[in-house]
Nanobody, 124 residues
Framework: VQLQASGGGLVQPGGSLRLSCAASGFTLEYYYAIGWFRQAPGKEREWVSCISSSGASTYYADSVKGRFTISRDNAKNTVYLQMNSLKPEDTAVYYC?????????????????WGQGTLVTVSS
């Protein structure tokens, strides 16, 4: 059972990145809500976004609302986080996590499985 987060990198302010969270060893569809969290240097981990197991419900932190979009491709057993209009304050290690639940949570200890994290650096 594994979650693999990828897609991070260095991008200029105003740029875009798409993060991927691929699951192996278990099926996300119908069973797992997925959350994205991030941790900036010297700061606590914070919730960014989540999507319900069906994909019908999505939620965003106020700081990313209107700029980030979470989605899932059940055929690929993968969840994505499209990040547009990136700002320097979005710089962080981004983690995806899976919760065996229909609805998603903003609370990190609820989640059952975690990816290893992918670094996003927004800088000119």
């Amino acid at each position: 059972v594994q979650l693999q987060a990828s897609g991070g990198g260095l991008v200029q302010p105003g740029g875009s990145l798409r993060l991927s969270c691929a699951a192996s060893g278990f099926t996300l569809e119908y069973y797992y809500a997925i959350g994205w969290f991030r941790q900036a240097p010297g700061k606590e981990r914070e919730w960014v976004s989540c999507i319900s197991s069906s994909g019908a419900s999505t939620y965003y932190a106020d700081s990313v609302k209107g700029r980030f979009t979470i989605s899932r491709d059940n055929a690929k057993n993968t969840v994505y986080l499209q990040m547009n209009s990136l700002k320097p304050e979005d710089t962080a290690v981004y983690y995806c996590a899976a919760d065996y639940s229909a609805e998603c949570s903003r609370t990190d200890f609820i989640y059952d499985y975690w990816g290893q994290g992918t670094l996003v650096t927004v800088s000119s």
